[in-house]
């Protein structure tokens, strides 16, 4: 793919894609990861004497304008972060963009309105294509963790005006090589989270390719369910027993090992500071549930890690967001970014809960990358082809 060592963009109107679907309450940005990641390529084309026009979504507005999903408090969250006005046109096509952008010179920033406000750009529909398309003279996506998504503005610009990755869509390739095309092994995943239904096709896939899957989380329970063991009040997800002995078998037969849990730390409630105590997953009571991995089983994890040289990391192990059940997340996540540190792991880990989750361990910083993308992580950890990516390279 090209990238934007190969663009010319100085006095050119160059369409953005960037990814600005943040977490937002009140009106106001509380993550500002995602914004951080896009201001490398923004400022590189804008001090280039590009004209930057920014496309982006914002929630699920199926179509229709919707003002809670608006883009405009994020205008002044960028131009705070840019150091530098940033412009807003309240539609993405018509007159308003079109005269936002007539207006534009070289190095300016404008953002357009949620793209999601049109079904055009879901349904990916040749007019609106178009009307995007006439607005810019180039287009860089800089927004993997759309990507999945063969929309207008994240598939269907690259096929009507010269197109390239940002900086920060780049990394993420390059990680991601590294992380599971090309990696150095052995190899070990870690996957956590809630339920194993959102990431059958994940574990699938990882156990054909992975020297060792470690189990945590909620989705952890249906697999030791699915073996027999009891786990009280747990989360599980009961009717996915076969699927999960078939996720073992295939690992068994891929020569995956699979690393589940061995103890637990379980309480009654599920609140901050809730009494909890640490089982053996063999004594889990039935009035109890799991709420985080148990520190034999973090020791288990820590020992994978040790012999790894490459990690992949979605999930977090326990229910993290709640005190103290955050303990065997935080403590696999500081051993991997020590390991990281010393240059003996590399360590790429994405999807969801997982950066909130790195962050709170203080770990982040330390990791090789760490993706910001959600659903996109998890498609490109499933191996599957990732249309907005795809399309760059053809
Ligand atoms: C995300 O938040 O994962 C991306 O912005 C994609 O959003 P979507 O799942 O609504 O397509």
Redesign the pocket.
């Known amino acids: 793919f090209k990238t934007l060592d190969d663009a010319d963009v100085t006095g050119k109107r160059v369409l953005l894609r960037v ?1 600005l ?1 943040v977490p937002m309450k009140d009106g106001a940005v509380t993550d500002r990861t995602r914004i951080e990641r896009v201001l490398p390529t923004i400022r590189e084309i804008s001090e280039k004497g590009g004209r930057v026009i920014l496309l982006a ?1 914002f929630g ?1 507005p199926k179509g229709k304008p919707n003002p809670e999903m608006s883009l405009e408090p994020i205008a002044p969250v960028l131009s705070e972060m840019l150091g530098r006005p940033v412009g807003f046109a309240d539609d993405c096509t018509g007159p308003v963009a079109a005269g936002i952008v007539a207006a534009l010179t070289d190095g300016d920033v404008v953002l357009l309105e949620n793209t999601r406000f049109h079904a055009g750009e879901e349904a990916n529909d040749a007019e609106f294509v178009d009307a995007l398309a006439s607005l810019g003279d180039v287009y860089v996506n800089d927004a993997f ?2 990507a999945h ?1 063969a929309h207008a503005s994240t598939e269907g610009l690259a096929h009507h005006l010269p197109s390239y990755a940002g900086r920060t869509m780049q990394a993420e390739l390059e990680a991601l090589e590294k992380g599971l095309g090309n990696p150095e092994r052995p190899v070990v995943a870690v996957v956590g989270g809630a339920k194993v239904s959102s990431k059958i096709d994940l574990l699938q896939n990882l156990v054909a390719r992975v020297d060792a899957l470690v189990i945590g989380g909620g989705m952890a329970n249906t697999f030791l369910a699915a073996d027999g063991i009891s786990v009280g009040k747990s989360l599980c997800e009961h009717d996915l027993a076969e699927t999960a002995r078939a996720i073992v078998e295939a690992a068994k037969a891929a020569g995956c090992e699979i690393v589940l849990p061995v103890d637990a730390v379980v309480a009654r409630e599920f609140k901050a500071g809730a009494a909890s105590e640490t089982v053996d997953v063999g004594a889990v009571p039935q009035d109890a549930m799991i709420l985080d991995t148990g520190p034999k089983s973090v020791e288990a994890v820590n020992a994978w890690l040790d012999r790894a040289k490459t990690l992949v990391w979605n999930g977090p192990l326990g229910a993290f967001e709640i005190e103290p059940f955050d303990r065997a997340t935080v403590a696999a996540a500081r051993h991997a970014a020590e390991l990281t540190r010393a240059g003996k792991l590399v360590s790429v880990a994405g999807g969801g809960d997982t950066v909130a989750a790195l962050n709170q361990a203080g770990a982040a910083a330390d990791f090789s990358y760490v993706s910001t ?4 992580f998890l498609e490109w950890m499933e191996g599957k082809a990732l249309p907005g990516v795809e399309v760059l390279k053809a």
């Open positions: 990814d679907n979504h699920r963790s759309a998504r993308a959600g659903g996109a």
